[in-house]
């Protein structure tokens, strides 16, 4: 039960790059989705390997926090690091690109 659990969690990862890329401006990066997508699989193989839930990891939050799903918490985890490196590297590559014009 636990691994199917985990393979749902798993490709319930791919989601937001999946949504990002059918929007019309697009800011995704692929370094951005990327980078979410593996973070988001690194947080749901490790709280299945070792069966922590948020209540085992945060035991001082609310009740109600603490009975949401983990695959939950890798989701928000996968979007924020998403947006987080598209905006990084998304400015890096103007700024590059800046650079290159420049000279």
């Known amino acids: 039960m636990a691994l199917l659990l985990m393979g749902y969690s798993m490709v319930t990862q791919l989601f937001p790059s999946f949504i990002a890329s059918l929007l019309q401006k697009n800011f995704v990066t692929k370094q951005g989705a990327s980078a979410g997508i593996l973070a988001g699989l690194a947080t749901v193989g490790y709280t299945t390997i070792t069966s922590a839930t948020l209540g085992t990891l945060f035991p001082k939050l609310p009740q109600a926090i603490k009975d949401l799903n983990i ?22 590559s103007t700024a590059n690109k800046d650079e290159i014009e420049a000279a």
Do not use: C, P, Q, R
């Open 71 to 92: 695959g939950l918490v890798a989701l928000l985890i996968n979007v924020i690091v998403m947006i987080g490196v598209s905006l990084i590297t998304k400015n890096l």
